[in-house]
């Protein structure tokens, strides 16, 4: 157990809905980062916050948005999906100095 | 493009043989690091090693880090079916921001 929890881990939804992932992360962990897994593919990076502020932005699409909370939880709005946004979300967390990166399981997103 | 390229990018190779995969990246890092994922499962941090640092161990995994080449390899020795997953690199480019990952090595251990 990482000490990351993502909710939900599984999300099924039609094309044009809107969705919210969310991830707690571990305790002490200033850092989220969020990544999209699409079937058999790498992580792309997605979005960086640190202590609430965002701090790196990767290949995020326009609709898709984030932000990170005063008590450390972080969202991730996903709106007018699309097919190809069905894919595994991994939120992970670190302290920030290390680097180290401690993952959830995966949000499970499929848009029909 | 700062992600890491993998090679190779699946391997298959019989229990108690070592398996050898390797990263190589286009920009300087000031860490890279390896990860495992179980299928479809989160990812579990390996080892991190610092730019400064040419190789690491732990347990029995060896890492090593060119960075006059923009390499890594990451070397399993004495393999396990309990190794069967897929192993990404990940780089660094600075403390606390983003961390991007390579493409992966999907690794079969038969029995």
């Known amino acids: 157990d990482s000490g990351v929890t993502q909710t939900p881990k599984h999300l099924i939804t039609a094309t044009g809905q809107r969705v919210t992932l969310r991830c707690s992360p571990r305790?002490?962990?200033?850092?989220v980062y969020w990544y999209q897994q699409s079937l058999d593919q790498g992580l792309q990076f997605l979005i960086q916050y640190y202590n609430g502020e965002e701090r790196a932005k990767g290949n995020i699409l326009e609709r898709f948005s984030a932000q990170q909370f005063p008590d450390l939880h972080s969202e991730l709005n996903l709106s007018s999906l699309e097919l190809g946004d069905s894919a595994l979300y991994f939120c992970?967390?670190?302290?920030?100095?290390?680097?180290?990166?401690?993952f959830g399981e995966g949000s499970r997103l499929t848009v029909l | 493009s700062q992600q890491g390229e993998e090679d190779p990018q699946a391997l298959s190779i019989q229990e108690g043989e070592n398996a050898t995969m390797n990263c190589s990246y286009k920009t300087s890092i000031n860490n890279l690091q390896w990860y495992r994922q179980n299928s479809g499962r989160g990812l579990v941090h390996l080892i991190l090693i610092r730019s400064n640092e040419r190789e690491k161990h732990s347990g029995r995994l060896r890492v090593t880090l060119d960075t006059s080449k923009k390499s890594s390899s990451l070397l399993i020795t004495a393999s396990r079916a309990a190794d069967t997953a897929s192993y990404f690199c990940a780089l660094g480019y600075s403390s606390a921001s983003k961390i991007i990952f390579g493409s992966g090595t999907r690794l079969s251990i038969r029995p």
């Open positions: 992970a967390s670190s302290t920030g100095h290390t680097g180290e990166l401690f």
């Open positions: 305790s002490g962990d200033l850092s």
